[in-house]
């Protein structure tokens, strides 16, 4: 079935990386997204990685994709205080327009 | 400014009184979709819709209504709220066909509360 599982929370220091992990389940998914949810907010699309694609660099965000594993991760470089957010993986089944997301993973980045 | 809004962004009510919660879109975007999100449940799909008067259940339709009788409004109805449907609720829309990319739009969220 389909399932995209993340942990719930992280916390890092200003300046360190963080990396959070996203597995999902169906190896027929054509695109993996990042999705960042700041407080009141909506989601807002942070990046995304084609299924056929290993890494995808993007400024401070590098995303990592482990087709064999079903892993896909996001690791943001020199985290800010303005990174701290609710961070959604997603899967895009190419099932006219569906995505399926994890449960979120916060970030907490203390000074 | 592209952009999907939502209104009411708070709502408290009463088991029983129906509500309406409101969804536009100024994309021109064939899909638009509703979804809940709970605590350490992520979003769930409620109902989506893939163009005008072209609805389908989600995940967790029980308890709600759609409609798409315009291409930029899609509208949420709770005929007759429970408590478990206190949740925060969001709209988000996207483009099939002009992207390959499935890059789904979201509104701001209406926090509803039913007592």
């Known amino acids: 079935g389909e399932d995209v599982e993340q942990s719930l929370f992280l916390s890092v220091r200003e300046g360190d990386s963080s990396v959070i992990n996203c597995t999902y389940t169906d190896s027929s998914s054509t695109y993996l997204y990042w999705y960042k949810q700041e407080p009141g907010a909506g989601l807002q699309l942070l990046t995304y990685?084609?299924?056929?694609?290993d890494m995808k660099q993007d400024q401070r965000l590098t995303v990592l994709l482990n087709k064999k594993d079903k892993h896909l991760s996001l690791r943001i470089a020199d985290t800010q205080t303005g990174d701290s957010a609710i961070y959604f993986c997603?899967?895009?089944?190419?099932?006219?327009?569906?995505?399926?997301f994890g449960q979120g993973t916060e970030l907490s980045v203390k000074p | 400014e592209a952009q999907v809004t939502q209104n009411p962004r708070y709502l408290i009510t009463v088991t029983g009184k129906k509500l309406t919660v409101t969804c536009s879109q100024n994309m021109n975007h064939e899909y638009m979709s509703w979804y809940r999100q709970d605590p350490g449940l992520g979003l769930r799909q409620i109902y989506y819709s893939m163009n005008v008067e072209v609805t389908d259940k989600g995940d967790v339709p029980e308890g709600y209504k759609v409609s798409r009788k315009e291409k930029r409004n899609f509208p949420l109805i709770l005929e007759s709220p429970s408590p478990n449907q206190t949740s925060l609720y969001f709209c988000?829309?996207?483009?099939?066909?002009?992207?390959?990319?499935?890059?789904?739009?979201f509104g701001a969220g209406t926090r509803l509360s039913v007592l």
């Open positions: 997603a899967e895009d089944l190419n099932q006219g327009g569906k995505l399926i």
């Open positions: 988000a829309s996207s483009s099939q066909f002009k992207v390959a990319k499935n890059i789904q739009y």
């Open positions: 990685i084609f299924s056929n694609m």
